[in-house]
Each structure stands twice: as C-alpha cells, then as structure tokens.
C-alpha cells in the first residue's frame, strides 16, 4: 500500500441520539440521559440492534445524517454513497440502485429500519433521518448476502407532543424538479402523526431523458404505557422514468478499450421503447418494550408488494473505424411480495465484574416472485440484435419485445436465529462474539423449461448456513479503540434476487464471504471523530457477465479485495465542519479465465471532502470534491474506464430564522468524466456544470 493517501476526511458529524423510544420525547418528560457522541441503539431500530457507541463497535460504519442530506442536495443513494469510502456507485442498467463495496457489486444488500429491502429499483431519501453504511461481510445481523457490506436507511418517527411543518422546493438548470414536504402533529397524549411526502420531475444533460416519481409516508407511533411503543408504517411509491444505459465502448491502441468521447448527450436508446415503471406498497408495524431496566426487545413485521417492468434498447458494440453502432434490447417484468416477520431482545447484566450486552433475535421471511423477460426482435435481423450505421439521433429500426426467454415463479421461505454477547471483559478490554443459523428453502418453476419434453421446469435447493463473527477491542482512553473482527456470510446459489435455479445452480453451495479487519476510531473532541480500518474481504466462487453475450453468465473461481479506508468527520474550529474519506482497494480475481485480473469496478483510490463554513448569522458556504481512480468494468479487464476529479459548491442563506434559501453546484469547472458503468458497452456519462436552487420553509 506504498501509494495509499495519508490522511482525509469523512461523513457526518457527531449525532447525539436519545436513549428513549421510537417516539423522540424531551428529557425532562423522560428524564432520559441524552447520550454524547455517535449512538445507535435498539430503540433506533438501527443497524447494529444494540445499544452500542459506534467507537465500540469492530467494524467501518460511516453514518450520513438528514441535515448532510439536505445540504449536499443529495437526491439518490448513489449521491450519499459517492460521499462514503470503501463505496463505488454501479450504473444499474438506469433503473436500480447498484453497489460495488469493497469490490462486491450487490442489487440487494439494502435494508429499511433493519428489514431486507432487496427489490431492484431506486430509493428515495424524503422521509429518512439518517443512512447508515457498514462495511465487511454482516451475515450475523443481516443474514445472507451483505458480502462487503449492507446499507440501512432510518425513517423519520412520529414525536410525541410536538406539531410542526416543514416543506422545501428546487429545481436545476436541466429543468428538473422537486417539492417536499414533512408534518408531525401530536395526537393527544404519547400519540402523534408523521407525514413525509415528495414529488418530483426527471431532467438532465442526456438528449432523451425525464419521467416523474413520487411517494408518501404516513407513520403513526402510540406510547402504550410507559414501557411500550407501537409505531404503523405505510409507504407507496410511484417512479416512472427512461431507461438511459449510457455510451459504448471504443477500441484504442495499445490498451484497454475505453468510453465512447464527445457524444455525452447522445441517447443510445429509443425514445419510446426505453422506460421502466415501478409501484411499491410497504407496510410495517413495529412494537418495543422495556421489560426492566435489563431487558428491552422489539417485534417488526413487514409486508410490502413491488409491481416492476423495465424494457430497453441499449448499445452492445461500436465500431469507430466503420462508424457503426450494434443494439440489444429486452423487456422484463418483476411482481414480488415480500413477508417478513424480526425479533429482538436485548440483555444487559453483569457476571461478577464482567458486564454482558445479550443480543437474542430471530426473523421469519416468505417471499414470492414472479418474472419475465421478452427478448426484442429487430424485423430487419429476425434477430435481437442489430448493427446500424451511427447517426445522431440514432435512427433505430422496427422492434418489438416480442421473443419470450425467461417465464419464472420463485418461492423463498427463510428462517433465521442469532445470538450476541458483547462483554465488557474490563473497562480497556471488550469481546464480541456471535452466531447465526439460515435455512433457506427456495424452490422455482421455471415455464420456459418445462416446455422440454421430460422436464417438469421445478427446482428446489434448501441451504442450512452458520455464520459467526468475533470482534475484539482495546480501550487505552475513554475515546479511543483499537479493535480486530471476523466476520463472514454467505449467497446461496439462487443469487441475491432468488430469481431462478437452474439444473447446474441447483447443486451448488452457497457463496461464502470472510471479512477480515483491524481498525482505530478516535473522537478526537465531542464533535469530531477520526477512523481507519483496514481489512481483508476474501469472496467465494460467483458469476460474471459473460463480455462476449451479456445475456450469460459464467462462473468466477473467487476474489480477494485489501483495502484501506479513512474518515474524519465533525468540526474542526467552532465555524469550520469537515466531512470526508479516502480508501484504497486492491481487487483480484482468483482463478479461472480471469485469474490475476482487477475485480469489476474497483477504483484503486478513491477520495472525498466536503467542507462547510459559516461565514456569518446568516451565510454558510461549502465545497467539496470527490475524486475516483481508474476502474475496469467487468472481471474481463477489457475496458478501462478514466480517473476523474469533480468540485461541487453550495451556498447557504437563512432568510429568516424559519426559512432558508439554498444554492448548490455540481461539477463546478464543468469536468467532463464518466462516473459509472454496468457492461462494457454501458458507461455513464456524468453531467456538466449544473445548479439547484433549494427554498426551504419550517412552520
């Protein structure tokens, strides 16, 4: 690691949380130790499930709060993740949220208030409090999945005995739109009403791109008694949007291939055939209870329904030297119901001098999915692919989606159990030890198979997993750790969206991820800590898109990712807050035809600062940057996409004390860089300078 970057900086500032319930109170109604620093607990229904520091906790976790939210204009979780180390941003075929931690790309390891949240489509971040990143395979709190990390989103709780308003509107120079709104209003004694709500209008660089989304949230919390908690969740979502998958490829000599340049608004799709539409109902209750002052628990159940099509036609090839461009395309429909039910207790107690933080849970899930795809068929090819002559617009023959390929049923029925100690062996030295037992039992009707003769198209595969974790951790101060983990998890063979099973996948064993990592975390004062790990993220076999047919995939003997990750989050003087990262990951591929190559999407240095001033009362400005390294695309290293620098800036005004007026700018000096990608054919192109204008208004 000669070339690491020494020291940079990280995401948000200290939050202090309350140790109350899942309705905020004040702590003279509670009489509630409010507790200084980073604290996720229980009550929270925050990641980690138990009332721990997060200076005690073994393992990277960066925390992006609202207040970094609203600041940085962030509009998708691609947005919050450019901003969080160890983090690269997959482009997800242009209609769903895809990640790439610590060189593991996942559509599926995102959670909502603790819950799996796995359908593929984008998150909106109106109604959350905070956003939490965890690094490292996180299977004994998570269960499968999670390789090199989950992301969890908090929503906001219902606060009993308060009324407010807030409502917000912006809209950039590309013509996009967006209005928000948040109500709390308190219903009688320990009751109260949340209402979060947003709309907005798609637009940006791109020649052909818009659509619109919108969602609301109305989440009711009750105090029961003074022990016990119920909160009720409903959320719909409504997103209907192009699908835009970016520009192809080019061959250069003496290397790589790389991004097609100078055609960064140019559409490589058909307007009208290019779009995906997504309908989303969530429902969720959740109960808490103090039994005494050793032993709270929590009882979450979800049930959420996803209606899902996306159809595309997007560039498989381009042949600079003829000027030709080859299309693919195909339409696919997804319906899932999702049920799932998580319980959770947590002990504290002490064995003679040796203090105990019990975690005890279980969780049921029974999900169903339906999906299809139709191939496109070109008339002039009578094949799903085509070569044209390049133009610009694109003069794209008659197509229609009208080949079937794939027509599956899909049925998951998991149950898990966990158990956790964390023990406070003495004040300096801290152990903690876990286990988890998964039975996954997933069976599959796959339509297009049954057509054979002899072939019933039924598979089933049930995988039974222990998964473990161990942390150790030394205290030399009250605001220092020093700590090692070990942590693993696993994929069964059905992949991260239990879609199929095949007659080859249905006899192989479950994926297996080990994490290994030695870290420090320093709270250099209240408001500012400082982290560092570093780690080991060893993958088992998995697949890859076949370069040659992106429709196939092929196996992958496994990967081995060393990394480096810093942050420094907080205030540096009484006006000066710094939030920012830097990581260093070496990615190789072990085994098979790719042996010794970079994992897909894998910068080797990756860099993020915001910086934040308040300049006066009245006036705050801020700047930042984030820089990504070179990265290969897919596993095959045949096109390299370049480094890139971007500085954005932002200018803040409160016109009143209730209302402020907020400027933000992105690509500051109009850097012309390709953030992001899916295939080697499928490169995003990132936008020019822009500006967002932001009037926010609390009643």
């Not at 967006?178 to 209402?195: E, P, Q, T, Y």
């Amino acid at each position: 690691m000669s070339r690491s970057l020494a020291l940079l900086l990280s995401t948000a500032a200290a939050c202090a949380l309350p140790a109350g319930g899942a309705l905020a109170q004040t702590e003279a109604e509670n009489d509630t130790v409010i507790v200084v620093g980073r604290y996720l607990s229980l009550d929270q229904v925050n990641a980690v499930k138990t009332p721990t520091p997060v200076l005690n906790l073994p393992q990277s976790l960066s925390i992006v709060d609202r207040a970094q939210i609203e600041n940085q204009a962030f509009d998708s979780l691609a947005d919050v993740l450019r901003y969080t180390p160890g983090v690269a941003v997959s482009q997800g075929e242009g209609h769903r949220d895809a990640i790439i931690i610590r060189g593991n790309e996942t559509t599926a390891d995102f959670f909502l208030n603790g819950l799996r949240d796995d359908v593929q489509y984008y998150r909106p971040l109106y109604n959350l409090e905070q956003v939490e990143i965890l690094r490292g395979a996180n299977a004994l709190l998570f269960g499968r999945g999670g390789g090199g990390g989950v992301i969890n989103r908090v929503t906001k709780d219902p606060e009993a005995g308060e009324t407010f308003a807030e409502a917000s509107a912006s809209l950039d120079t590309f013509g996009a739109a967006h209005v928000a709104g948040d109500a709390n209003l308190a219903l009688g004694d320990g009751a109260a009403l949340r209402l979060n709500a947003f709309a907005e209008t798609f637009a940006n660089h791109r020649d052909v791109f818009d659509g619109e989304r919108y969602a609301i949230n109305p989440t009711l919390g009750f105090e029961l008694s003074s022990q016990t908690e119920l909160v009720l969740y409903y959320e719909y979502v409504n997103d209907d949007r192009v699908v835009d998958r970016g520009v192809p490829s080019v061959s250069v000599a003496n290397g790589p291939d790389v991004p097609l340049e100078g055609f960064d608004e140019t559409f490589f799709g058909s307007p009208e055939g290019n779009f995906t539409t997504l309908e989303a109902n969530i429902f969720n209750a959740r109960l808490d209870h103090t039994f005494n002052d050793m032993l709270r628990g929590n009882v979450t159940a979800r049930h959420a329904d996803y209606d899902k099509l996306y159809q595309n036609i997007y560039p498989a090839g381009f042949d600079a030297g003829a000027d030709l461009v080859t299309l693919d395309g195909y339409q696919d429909t997804t319906a899932r119901e999702n049920l799932i039910v998580q319980g959770n207790l947590v002990g504290e107690f002490e064995t003679g001098t040796i203090g105990h933080t019990l975690l005890v849970g279980a969780e049921y899930g029974d999900q169903s999915t339906d999906n299809a795809r139709n191939d496109n068929l070109f008339a002039a090819s009578n094949d799903d692919r085509i070569t044209i002559a390049f133009t610009d617009p694109l003069n794209i023959p008659a197509f229609a989606f009208a080949t079937p390929v794939r027509d599956r049923s899909s049925a998951v029925e998991f149950a898990s159990f966990y158990i956790q100690d964390q023990i406070d062996l003495t004040d300096a030295f801290k152990l903690i030890a876990g286990l988890r037992f998964d039975r996954f039992d997933v069976s599959v009707l796959d339509r297009r198979a049954a057509l054979a003769p002899g072939d019933d198209g039924r598979r089933a595969r049930v995988d039974e997993e222990v998964s473990s974790r161990l942390g150790f951790i030394y205290k030399p101060a009250g605001n220092v750790s020093i700590y090692a983990g070990y942590s693993e998890t696993f994929l069964p063979s059905a992949g991260d969206q239990f879609l199929t099973l095949t007659t080859t996948t249905e006899d192989l064993q479950p994926q297996v991820f080990e994490n290994t990592e030695i870290g420090v975390k320093w709270d250099l004062s209240s408001g500012l800590a400082f982290t560092a790990a570093l780690f080991r993220l060893e993958q088992g076999q998995f697949t890859s898109v076949d370069p040659d047919n992106p429709g196939v995939t092929i196996t992958v003997p496994g990967s081995t990712t060393d990394g480096l990750e810093l942050q420094l989050s907080g205030r540096l003087t009484g006006r000066w807050s710094v939030n920012a990262g830097y990581s260093y990951l070496d990615g190789e591929v072990e085994g098979g035809a790719f042996d010794g190559n970079e994992t897909r999407q894998t910068p080797e240095h990756m860099i993020s600062v915001w910086n934040q001033y308040q300049a006066s009362d009245r006036l705050s400005l801020a700047l930042g940057l984030t820089h990504q390294d070179a990265f290969f695309v897919l596993e095959d290293n045949a096109v390299e996409v370049p480094s890139f620098t971007r500085i954005d800036a932002a200018a803040y005004y409160d016109v009143t004390d209730r209302t402020r007026l907020q400027l933000n700018v992105e690509n500051l000096f109009d850097a012309d860089y390709f953030p992001d990608a899916h295939s080697n054919d499928n490169i995003s192109t990132g936008a020019p300078r822009n500006a967002r204008v932001t009037l926010r208004h609390r009643f």
